[in-house]
Nanobody, 132 residues
Framework: QVQLVESGGGLVQAGGSLVLSCSKS????????MGWFRQAPGKERERVAA????????YYADSVKGRFTISRDNAKNTVYLQMNSLKPEDTAVYYC?????????????????????????WGQGTKVTVSS
């Protein structure tokens, strides 16, 4: 069962921009922290960004820092990834995911939940291809 749905992927030239969106699919669940992961061909899935429920705490991988911005609109049950200055090495399938731990603050989940196995709910992914 898909509980998150991503959209916005496509083909873009190097240096261009793209915005990804991710929304809950229906049944409510905890979205204390939302994250974006990506998986390139032949590579392991890796975290690129995460955000707390309030939006006050964010994480960015060094490879995307300064180029990508994560945000969320809880009234719309949607999280976004604004991607600027795209590079060919950004080419991957991008996945939206949700993580939570009722015993931890959102800040701690953002900073301490670093692997895919720690995120509970996932979308099916959206492909981003950046050409030279």
């Amino acid at each position: 069962q898909v509980q998150l749905v991503e959209s916005g992927g496509g083909l873009v030239q190097a240096g261009g921009s793209l915005v990804l969106s991710c929304s809950k699919s229906g049944r409510t669940f905890s979205a204390q922290v939302m994250g974006w992961f990506r998986q390139a061909p032949g590579k392991e899935r890796e975290r690129v960004a995460a955000i707390s429920w309030s939006g006050g705490i964010t994480y960015y991988a060094d490879s995307v820092k300064g180029r990508f911005t994560i945000s969320r609109d809880n009234a719309k049950n949607t999280v976004y990834l604004q991607m600027n200055s795209l590079k060919p090495e950004d080419t991957a399938v991008y996945y939206c995911a949700a993580a939570f731990n009722p015993l931890l603050s959102g800040e701690k989940v953002v900073t301490e939940f670093t692997t895919p196995s720690e995120y509970k709910y996932w979308g099916q992914g959206t492909k981003v291809t950046v050409s030279s």
